[in-house]
């Protein structure tokens, strides 16, 4: 298993308001690791993990993204090609999940891959003063057929499994990406959340 | 034979694992040491139809009404040897797609078979079924025997083959051996001779019977057979047993009549006048125009058979002297149409000779110097030119259109002598007008390329630009009257939408059509080339004379563009960048807003603002540009433009003051004397605070200069936000806009990003690359703000990252870091409002960094986050190494754009059924094509095929549709039933054999039989005698399409109809005579003695060409013979 060929590069996004936590949640998931004191992101960031999802080692190239306004003049153009896009908003901030509408429909103009798996991921939910419950999360994702988990980055809650879930619906999603040998094992999950939104419990 | 049996029963009895029979000698010691190999034949045979479930298996239903030919069939192959000999092992069977019907089927028969031992064989069936005679398509053993599965048995190669008794003896006894023991019913069939003459043997064992199926295949039939009559005798006399009371034989008849002249509409494509475009007399709208169609008619053929399905013997006679069997009066009448093989389609063609071109290695030059005047002089100023190329500097080359620029570009249009030129001169300039027609109109400048050259041309261009406008309003009524303009502008639009092309209007896709044309008429890829290089002259021409590039719309690429399309957006932005740059000395208006207005407001000062005016200057100010790469220096240039230029200046502040309104002219006054100074100081201000260790000093020389400088470059303020030091209005700034970027820019960058790793020290470095849009943002908004903070600019810029308290007082404690010591010795009371976020309080973190090498400088004086010049230089250059393939390429989704939405207007037009089906998947294709990356040829040409096919069926439809619908044909009877015509007219395009409603008295039946007798009178030379002469001159020199039609109109308005007795008329019969007559003649009779039981016997014979064959099945019992 361990000499297993990759079987594919994806590209995933990052996106969401300022200072819910994109980086470090990405943090988290490559080196597993939580900085209180992660610097906000200028541009784009990148980070490289390889993952295997079902038997398959996949190799996940992800773009991490600021939030600030003025830089969205800048970085939609990396939203081309992408795979997978985890939305992220901050559990404990409203006004960060109400910006999601918009952030989507950036994410509609600029991706070029209109099959692309969205992911809507609640961050911080260590925190003790929840503004959004995880019903208004859920309705969302339903609304517009994501993939949808709560999760903390500080206390490495559901991150692994957020990223794990997206890449494995990814992989099954036909035409969505290119393999790059021929040795793939994919899994009969079937398609019961297709077409909609799927969830992962905590 | 049973002996035989037997004893491969008990040979094979150990490998039947799964069916062992009742017998007893399971234990009996058998050996296959000695096993020959015609055994391990037929054990290999019987091992098949284990492997494939086919024994003992249950007998079919009955196939249903036209099953064949609509049901699918399959076929499963394996190979088998007997000693040397190969053959592949065949099973061909109608696949049951109803499981449910043939289960209740079979459910009844079981009822109703209970009683007897077993039930009917499906051979048995097959042969009897009326159902399905003569079925449009199927494997030809099936047609011949009305079989739903069977096997063959063939050899492999085609040397190989089975010839003589004994050996076609042995294979069906071996056969016969191996289906007997796996009780296996299914015919089986043997191929003799060659295998062109489909000529088989077979056999059959059912339970008590079993059946023969032998085949004769003659040349020529002796006359006394060709007939019905004849056939009967034979079939008779096959059975052997002539009874009294032998029952009627049951005949189905089919005659086949091909019709292959048109006489009464000739083929409606007129092929496009590609000469045209030289004679000046169609416009150069003809470049817009791709051609469509077939060259030649597409249909070739006409195939009616008329069919009496299942008569009596006693109802019919046919025989050498007599015939029941007119074809006017068959019950049943069918038609199959005849596709031409090597249609070869006119935009398939087209677009294939361009995507050719690809193939092709050579440069532009090389192309070019092929025919290029050879003159020694010339070639060395060439070499020197390209040396001075080399050693010119690079930014100076990419600055300022210098006058060696201009130079080369000259010197290269005259690098073609005219007459050799491969475009002729009027028609480059045609083509050029139609690519960019604003060149037309005078230009305010001097320098227009294409209205000098034109000036003697005066009169053709405007005649030319008169044909133009009157196709486009032509083509805009037509589009109006189509009844199907929702369809097509639906198709239309999800092209738009699918294809990674260009606009349809827009240069790069006229340009891609231009190309085409060239490539056709104009010498090929020689003419490619000469068109591709004036267009590159033309490009840089507009770049250096500041004259936007029409059809090419403003904004940055756009990424759902092909590459070719935003190389010339990102000129156009280029030249747009520039023209603001340089206009702003007049007084540019505010009448062109938009996206770059600000970026241009902000450039407005840069020293070579003032190079559109004071051109003398131009050296100099290439100087200073050159110079500008290095942020030091940057000042000091300002100081010399100042120096020489105070009245520029002075018109900046008025235009400055246009814009910005109120907020600017307070401190406009200033602006001239006070502030640029003001530059100075703080340039030397940073300057020393970057020499000093100490990064408070820094942070406090730059916060004083915050206080001394003048607000600058204000957008609007900020609703509610003050600063925190002194309380005043906080402003948003004036900013530069982000760099507009290509595709290929884009990816080169995000891989430079990717390069730099996961690790920490990557991200500084990927985000320290990145921060010069922030930089200059933070040094815009210290610039509209004097006296702010970090904590003001996060507020705007960063939200988010200012944390409001809750409690006045204890904001002070939790305060860190370097920027929070500032603000304390500030103004401590404003700031209690609130503190940065926790992130933004790292001690040298990136935004802290920034922020403290910030300078306030209005963006409109910072160095260009854009350098329009320099990336037009490199637009430029790209264009211009590209090869002539690598054009043809990167054009080939405008052509494949444009040629898609030919084809949908097309067929759409056509009324080709299921339209909406073929085009989903044309475009489905190019839309993956197209998004490719890198452009694959090869996937091009598959694109292209795919394009062509539809285009064909397009071709055909319309050949079709005028051939029922054309003029002539219709007559006062026929009005009302255009529409059964035109539903006959759909299923004979989507269906393989179409029943003509009503035989030869419906609507279409008519319709055809009346094209029958206009085909036999013209191949029986019987002309009304008048006319006779017109006829024949028709004939050796065409007159003109509507001429002919006329003529045929009167031709066949002058012939009776059908209905009328036309026999009696004319000297020959209304068909020709039948291409092919097939028969079938059935009946139950016992064989082989009149006390075995009756059993289906059935013979099929087909009387044609060439081609006379009688395939029999003749059934005996094995029991009582």
Avoid at chain 2, 776 to 789: L, R, Y
Wanted: proline share 5%; net charge negative; hydrophobic share 35%.
């Amino acid at each position: 298993m361990e000499e297993q060929e990759i079987i594919t590069t994806l590209k995933i996004l990052i996106i969401g308001e300022s200072g819910v936590g994109k980086s470090s949640l990405l943090l988290r998931f490559t080196e597993d690791t939580f900085d209180p004191e992660q610097a906000a992101t200028i541009g784009v960031d990148f980070k490289v993990k390889t993952l295997t999802v079902e038997g398959n080692k996949t190799k996940l190239a992800i773009w991490d993204t600021a939030g600030q306004e003025r830089f969205r003049t800048l970085t939609p153009s990396y939203y081309r090609g992408a795979q997978g896009v985890i939305l992220v908003y901050d559990v404990s901030s409203k006004q960060s999940f109400n910006k999601l509408d918009a952030w989507l429909n950036e994410l509609e103009t600029f991706s070029t891959k209109h099959d692309m798996v969205k992911m809507l991921v609640g961050n911080k939910i260590d925190r003790a003063n929840h503004e959004v419950t995880k019903d208004e999360g859920l309705k969302f994702a339903r609304k517009h057929h994501m993939l949808f988990i709560e999760a903390s980055a500080k206390t490495n809650d559901g991150v692994q499994c957020a990223f794990e879930e997206l890449v494995e619906k990814i992989i099954q999603t036909p035409g969505l990406w290119e393999t790059s040998s021929k040795n793939l094992t994919l899994s009969n999950h079937g398609p019961e959340g297709q077409g909609q939104s799927c969830y992962c419990v905590l | 034979m049973s002996t035989a049996v037997e004893k491969e029963k008990r040979l094979m009895s150990s490998k039947r694992i799964s069916t062992i029979e009742d017998e007893a000698d399971v234990f009996e010691i058998t050996d296959f040491t000695t096993a020959s190999d015609w055994e391990r034949f037929i054990a290999r045979l019987e091992e098949i139809l284990h492997e494939w479930k086919l024994v003992n298996h249950e007998p079919r239903a009955p196939a249903m009404k036209d099953l064949y030919a609509t049901g699918t069939w399959a076929e499963r192959t394996e190979e088998v040897v007997f000693a040397d000999f190969r053959f592949t092992f065949t099973y061909y069977f109608l696949k049951i797609n109803e499981v449910t019907a043939s289960n209740v089927n079979s459910k009844k028969e079981e009822v109703e078979e209970l009683d007897e031992d077993h039930k009917t064989p499906t051979v048995f069936f097959d042969l009897m079924n009326f159902e399905n005679d003569f079925p449009s398509r199927s494997h030809f053993l099936c047609r011949w025997y009305g079989l739903q599965e069977f096997f063959t048995l063939t050899p492999v190669s085609e040397k190989q083959l089975i010839e003589g008794e004994s050996k076609t003896k042995l294979l069906l006894s071996s056969a016969s051996i191996a289906f007997g023991n796996s009780n296996c019913s299914i015919p089986v069939f043997i191929q003799l001779q060659q295998k062109w003459r489909k000529l088989f043997t077979g056999t059959s064992l059912v339970r008590g019977a079993s059946i023969e199926f032998e085949m004769s295949h003659l040349r020529r039939l002796p006359s006394q057979f060709c007939h019905l009559a004849g056939l009967l005798d034979v079939f008779k006399s096959k059975l052997g047993c002539v009874y009294i009371s032998m029952p009627p034989v049951s005949v189905s008849v089919r005659f086949t009549y091909i019709l292959k002249d048109w006489f009464h509409s000739a083929w409606p494509q007129m092929p496009p006048d590609f000469t045209s475009i030289c004679d000046g007399e169609v416009g150069y709208g003809d470049i817009n125009i791709l051609p469509f169609g077939a060259c030649s008619d597409p249909i070739s053929e006409l195939h009616l058979s008329c069919t009496w399905p299942c008569l009596s013997e006693d109802m019919i006679v046919e025989n050498s002297l007599y015939s029941d069997l007119d074809p006017l009066q068959a019950p049943q009448w069918t038609v199959s149409l005849q596709m031409a093989d090597d249609l070869s389609c006119l935009l398939g063609e087209f677009l294939r000779d361009f995507l050719k071109l690809c193939d092709r290695l050579e440069s532009t030059d090389e192309v070019l110097k092929k025919v290029s005047a050879e003159n020694d002089g010339d070639k060395n100023a060439e070499i020197s030119h390209a040396l001075q190329r080399l050693t010119e500097p690079v930014p100076a080359l990419s600055s300022i259109p210098s006058l060696g620029n201009v130079m080369s570009s000259a010197s290269s249009r005259i690098k073609l002598k005219p007459e050799e030129a491969p475009i002729p001169e009027a028609i480059l300039d045609k083509i050029l007008y139609f690519l960019f027609p604003d060149a037309r109109v005078p230009r305010s400048h001097s320098g227009g390329r294409l209205p000098t050259k034109n000036k003697r041309k005066e009169s053709i261009v405007s005649t030319a630009s008169e044909s133009l406008t009157s196709s486009a309003s032509e083509h805009a009524t037509d589009e109006e009257r189509k009844p199907d303009e929702e369809k097509i502008a639906d198709a239309l639009a999800e092209l738009n939408k699918q294809l990674k092309s260009a606009p349809i209007e827009s240069l790069t896709h006229k340009l891609s059509l231009a190309l085409c044309n060239v490539n056709k008429n104009f010498g090929g890829l020689l003419g490619v080339a000469h068109l591709w290089q004036e267009f590159i002259l033309e490009m840089r021409f507009r770049w250096e004379n500041k004259h936007l590039i029409s059809g090419i719309e403003k904004g940055t690429p756009n990424m759902g563009s092909c590459l070719l399309h935003q190389k010339l957006q990102m000129l156009n932005c280029c030249i747009e960048c520039k023209i603001k740059r340089e206009s702003v000395g007049y007084g540019y208006g505010p009448d062109s807003q938009n996206i770059y207005d600000q970026s241009l407001e902000d450039m407005k000062d840069l020293p070579d603002g003032l190079s559109a005016k004071e051109m003398k200057r131009l050296s100099k100010t290439a100087s200073l540009l050159n110079s500008s790469d290095d942020d030091e220096e940057f000042f000091e240039c300002h100081e010399n433009d100042e120096g020489e230029g105070a009245g520029g200046g002075e018109d900046d502040v008025d235009a400055g003051e246009k814009r910005n309104g109120d907020e600017f002219v307070t401190s406009n006054s200033l602006e001239v004397t006070g502030v640029k100074p003001e530059g100075q100081d703080n340039d030397k201000h940073t300057r020393g605070a970057k020499k000093s260790a100490s990064e408070n000093s820094s942070e406090k020389s730059v916060f004083l200069d915050s206080f001394t400088h003048r607000p600058e470059g204000r957008l609007v303020a900020m609703k509610n936000v003050f600063l925190l030091s002194t309380g005043e209005q906080l402003f948003i700034p004036v900013t530069q806009e982000p760099s507009p970027m290509t595709e290929d820019m884009l990816e080169e960058h995000a891989e430079v990003l990717a390069k730099l790793g996961s690790s920490a020290e990557g991200s500084q470095i990927r985000a320290r690359m990145q921060s010069a849009c922030l930089v200059s943002d933070m040094e815009s908004f210290k610039a509209a703000n004097p006296g702010c903070f970090l904590e003001d600019f996060v507020r705007w810029y960063s939200p988010r990252d200012y944390v409001i308290d809750s409690e006045d007082g204890q904001t002070n404690d939790e305060m860190v870091g370097d920027s929070s010591d500032v603000e304390q010795n500030a103004g401590s009371c404003v700031a209690r409002r609130g503190h940065l976020s926790q992130r933004m309080q790292i001690p040298g973190n990136m935004w802290v960094e920034a922020w403290q090498s910030a300078k306030p400088v209005p963006a409109r004086r910072q160095k260009r986050l854009f350098d329009d010049t320099k990336e037009a230089e490199k637009v430029l250059h790209y264009l211009a190494s590209m090869k002539p393939a690598e054009v043809v390429l990167h054009l080939m989704p405008c052509v494949v754009h444009a040629a898609i939405a030919k084809l949908i207007n097309e067929a759409v037009e056509a009324r080709v059924p299921n339209v909406k089906n073929i085009i989903d998947k044309v475009i489905a294709n190019a839309a993956k094509v197209t998004r490719n990356f890198p452009l694959d040829k090869k996937k091009y040409f598959d694109l292209l095929r795919q394009l062509e096919i539809a285009e064909s069926v397009t071709a055909r439809t319309t050949s079709l549709r005028s051939k029922f619908t054309n003029d002539p044909l219709s007559t006062p009877e026929q009005e009302g039933k255009e529409e059964e015509i035109e539903s006959f007219v759909t299923a004979l395009l989507s269906q393989g054999e179409v029943l003509v409603k009503g035989g030869a008295c419906g609507p279409a039946g008519a319709n055809i039989h009346k094209m029958f007798i206009a085909a036999q009178r013209a191949s029986n030379m019987i002309l009304d005698d008048e006319e006779t002469v017109d006829e024949l001159a028709d004939k050796t020199n065409p007159i003109s399409h509507q001429d002919r039609i006329n003529h045929l109109k009167r031709t066949i308005q002058n012939l009776p109809s059908p209905s009328s007795d036309v026999r009696s008329s004319s000297s020959c019969s209304d068909f020709p005579a039948p291409s092919s007559r097939e028969y079938i003649l059935r009946a139950m009779v016992p064989r082989p003695a009149p006390y075995s039981k009756v059993l289906p016997q059935r013979m099929y014979c087909i009387l044609g060409e060439g081609e006379n064959r009688l395939a029999g099945a003749f059934t005996s019992d094995s029991t009582f013979q």
